[in-house]
């Protein structure tokens, strides 16, 4: 790929997008009745390209329930999510967790990115992993028993406001879910009107096989999610297994990891990739940092209007993962991210 017209196109779209996308929001739409019936409602969806937010993009503000994680995609103006599962399942009534998920995936992280913990952590995270094995039978239990009437709700909510749920990703497809538990993820999915559920990729041909099987009993699709694991051939077993196996490649990641031609895989397994994260990432190089867009070495214009020009149909998810600046929050940064896809999409 052309470096130079990179950079060059890269800044170009830092400070310029928010007049850009302003303007299109607020300029007169003409078209159709499915375009009026939005009128007035957020829109992300530009020169055929959908631009969607993961709900974990949200994870710092205060309010997680549904109705709040919903004004916060339509604050950021956007039309398209993948939900995370605790807004819509906390809204179907599920047991309040009683461990901090943002400091047990802390140590999580910690340890992914090769960091030891102290002695003090290690004991932290060990009582909190009881803890949450302890929660997550009690959340079994209570899956296997809930009505679909909230999931149904939920979507009735958010298609009010003009936003579709495309995705969706509850803590429900490990190698500890039992079957029953599976359908009930790919079920609140269908019901929530996505097209396939998301997760972690299990790095086990067992439960990619599992998965597979039951996805195609559900007729919901599986897509895999991958960090710095990431290469060409990473989902090539999955994929092979089952036909309601794909992808939920993260192009940021796949950056970090050391893979220097990220737009070569889109073009080469674009019929298998259902959505797309997306992230600013330094490749191993340059430190890997996750950085505001613009200023790290993943393509994102590139990426965009290689989407754009092909049209692929699979949605580019903006997942917040840099450090929030002082004086903002998390809506104003995806805010920020929109912005900078918009005005790629318009070059």
């Known amino acids: 790929?052309?470096?130079k017209h990179q950079?060059?196109?890269?800044?170009?779209?830092?400070?310029t997008g928010g007049t850009v996308l302003g303007a299109t929001l607020a300029a007169p739409v003409f078209g159709t009745p499915a375009i009026l019936k939005f009128w007035g409602k957020p829109t992300s969806y530009f020169k055929g390209v959908q631009i969607g937010v993961i709900t974990y993009s949200f994870r710092s503000m205060p309010d997680q329930s549904a109705e709040a994680t919903l004004q916060y995609i339509i604050d950021c103006g956007m039309n398209a999510t993948e939900l995370m599962g605790d807004p819509a399942e906390s809204y179907a009534g599920k047991p309040d967790n009683p461990v901090d998920r943002r400091a047990f995936f802390q140590f999580i992280r910690k340890e992914r990115n090769g960091e030891m913990l102290t002695e003090n952590e290690k004991k932290e995270k060990a009582e909190m992993q009881n803890a949450m094995e302890a929660y997550n039978m009690e959340v079994a239990k209570w899956r296997l028993g809930v009505s679909m009437d909230k999931f149904k709700e939920v979507k009735k909510m958010f298609d009010a406001a003009g936003v579709h749920i495309y995705a969706f990703k509850p803590n429900a497809f490990g190698k500890d879910n039992s079957d029953a538990e599976i359908d009930y993820g790919m079920k609140a999915a269908k019901t929530l009107g996505a097209s396939h559920v998301t997760l972690e990729h299990p790095n086990d041909d067992a439960?990619?096989?599992?998965?597979?099987k039951l996805a195609k009993k559900n007729k919901m699709y599986v897509a895999y999610h991958g960090h710095e694991q990431q290469t060409p051939t990473f989902w090539d077993t999955a994929?092979?297994?089952s036909?309601?196996?794909?992808?939920?490649i993260d192009i940021g990641h796949y950056v970090a990891a050391g893979n220097i031609d990220p737009l070569g895989i889109l073009k080469e397994k674009h019929d298998r990739i259902l959505s797309m994260h997306v992230k600013?990432?330094?490749?191993?190089?340059?430190?890997?940092?996750n950085l505001p867009w613009g200023s790290g070495d993943t393509p994102i214009?590139?990426?965009?209007q290689l989407m754009r020009d092909n049209q692929y149909k699979f949605p580019a998810t903006v997942e917040l993962e840099y450090e929030i600046p002082d004086g903002s929050d998390a809506v104003q940064e995806v805010k920020k991210c929109l912005e900078y896809c918009h005005k790629a999409l318009e070059a």
């Open 1 to 3: 790929m052309e470096r």
């Open 280 to 289: 600013d990432r330094q490749t191993p190089a340059h430190g890997k940092g």
């Open 243 to 248: 036909k309601y196996n794909a992808m939920n």
């Open 7 to 15: 950079k060059v196109s890269r800044r170009k779209f830092i400070g």
């Open 207 to 212: 439960h990619t096989l599992r998965l597979g």
């Open 239 to 241: 994929l092979a297994q």
């Open 301 to 304: 214009p590139d990426i965009l």
